[in-house]
Structure formats: structure tokens, C-alpha cells
């Protein structure tokens, strides 16, 4: 079956949509379909993904609120596209202009709204709920229920990812809506079904008694939303100012190497300014060894960010002075050096020989090579 989904939310640099795309181009061909991404983007271009796999972007506005993203702005452009295509089938995966585009495609072809999120939870609930009841916001958000009902009209299958959507979704007069389970559950995962015992144990897996606040971060998203989130939990808790975070954006360590850090972390460093945290502490370059990576810009990161810039990795007294002196740096942070030398401080403060770490006993469990280094 040759397949076209219509894809609002691609962009190249990540995030979930990417990660939902890259996963049917590579399962659908395994079942015998063939996969068309179409998606806007800044021109037109096919990019081919194996021999029933491509992504198709014909061009778009950019999307003002996050400009690696870009929108289905010609209606006309996309519906040749879908008469070229000739799908036997096409999905749609954003409920907004775009699915209204595909339902008014002349074409003779099925069509799905796969409802990936739910955006009356994601947004209008979840801000208006402290202040208004449900059936007040749904009353306010009249139009955009019948826009829904209207899109629904417009495609054979209207497909929820969860029970309690697609109960919502068919109470307020969607029609056509289906069940397929995706994500997360709100039926399993419900305050209902909390456990006191898995609490303690993942407490206790962290060392930590079970009146310890566990905080457990699960997502999908990719990491430049996903951290700012965790950010903004732990700020709220103990204050942005008493809030730090570590970044590693071209480090290979456990397999963590990205093909564009800048593009990945560059905005989580944006981000990061302004909660206004107090500190990022970068390793710059691979964890512990090479410091010439390229692949982001830690100068600009050092503009970018208004707090303290903590810098990391391969450092010796002069580089850490000169990082202080010419302002490169607030501070910087020594690793190995610290495990070989219990005084660490005292001898840079008195220009004193450093004694070399073992990397054999790195890592190790047990004392050897934790607590045996002698001081001056
Ligand atoms: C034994 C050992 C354990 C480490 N554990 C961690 C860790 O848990 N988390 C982390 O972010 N970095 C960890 N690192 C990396 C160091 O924090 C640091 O980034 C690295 O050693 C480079 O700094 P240096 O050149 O001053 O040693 C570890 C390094 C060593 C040698």
C-alpha cells in the first residue's frame, strides 16, 4: 500500500515527530508499504530513505514560534503534490490547518487524523484547569471543537491514542474515532495506580530514605525540550538560582555523540537563559580526553548564557587561570586531578606538582584508588 503521511510537525534537527518518522519509513517497508513523508520545509526536495522510504518537502513559511520548524502554507501546491502521489492512503498527524488541507483534497483516497497528542489536555486543560472547570473551557473553546467535528467529517478514521481521548473526542461529536493504543496511557498511568513499595525501592536504588522527593523524568521529546522541563521542575522546587546543570555537547562518553550538538544544545542553551538558572558547567570536548571537537560554539554558548559558565575537561593551573584571566570562564572543574590529589586546592594555590591519576582503578568499586592518593 503506498502511503503518504502528511506531516506538519517534521523537522530535520528532532524531536519526537522525527523520531515517529524515522521508525515508520524503517517498519512500513518491512511490512510491504510504501512510505511518503510529506512535510513542510524551506524548498522542495526529495530525500530518499531507502527504496519505499523518502521524506518529500515542499516549501513553507517558517514557523514564527520555533524557526526550525516550518508550515503547509500553499494548499494548492499540496494537494498536486498528493494528486502526483497517488496514495492509497494518507495520514495526517496534526489536527490543525493542515488536516483541514488533506480534507478538502479532491482525491479518491482514505484518510486518517492520527491524533499523536491531545491538545486540549497538552495546552487548554492544563493551563485553565486551576482556574476553570473542564466544561467551562471546552465551552470556551466552542470554535475549536467544531473545527474538530468538521475535520473529523473529513476523514474515514479519526485515530486516539489513548481510551480516555477517544471518549472525550466522541462525547463532544467527532465522528469516526477509533482506539490505538500509543504512548503513554492516562489509564495506566494514573495517580490511581500508585505503588508505595516501587516508590521506596527506586528511592532506596538512589540511596535515598522514602521521605526523599523522587522526581521521575519520562518522555519521548528530545533533549532540547526535554531538560528545560526537568529544569523548571527542579527550580520550582529549590529556586532557578540554586539550580545547575552539566552539559556535554560533543562529548562521545556512553554513546551520547550527536551528529549537530549546536543544533541540539544550542537552543536547550537558550532555554537555560532564560530560567535564569545560576550555573551550565560544559565539558568541552570528548569527556576526559580530546578538547578539539567541533560542533558547537562554547564561546558562543559563553555569550549566550547570563549565569555562571563552568568550564571542564583536560585543564591544567595555567589553562584555568588564563580561562578566568581573559573571561572565558567563571570557574572551572577539575575531575581526574581531584581523585589523585586529596588537596587539590593547596597545591594550586601553591603552584605544586600534581600527582597523576590511574585510569586502572578507575571506576572500581572498593577504597583502592579512592582514598589512597597521600596529600603533600
Ligand atoms: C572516575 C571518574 C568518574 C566520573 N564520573 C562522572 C560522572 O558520574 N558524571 C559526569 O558527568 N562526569 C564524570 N566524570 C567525568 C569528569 O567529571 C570530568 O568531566 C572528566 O574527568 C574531565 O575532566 P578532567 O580533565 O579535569 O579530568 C568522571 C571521571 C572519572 C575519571
Redesign the pocket.
Known sequence: MRIVDVCAFYTPHGGGVKTYVEQKMRIGPELGHDITILAPGDRHAVIERGPHARIITIPGPRFLLDRKYWYFGDEEALHAKLDELAPDFVECSSPWRSASMVARWAGPAPRALVMHADPLSAYAYRWFEPVMSRETIDRRLEPFWRHLRELSGGFERVVCASAELRDRLAAGGLMNTVLHPMGIEADLFSPARRSAALRRRLLALCGLPENARLLIGVGRLSPEKRWPMVVDAVAAEIGAGRTGI?L?PV?P?NDSAESNPQAVFGPLVEALNQRGIAFIHF?EGS???PRDLTGFDFAWARQTFKGAYIA????TRDMAIDAIASGRADAV???????SNPDLVQRLKANAPLAK?H?S???VPGPE?YIDYPAM
Open positions: 552539566r556535554s562529548s562518553a565539558v569527556t576526559g580526553g571542564n575537561n583536560g585543564y572543574a577539575f575531575g581526574r586531578a581531584y581523585i591519576a585510569s582503578t578507575f571506576y584508588g
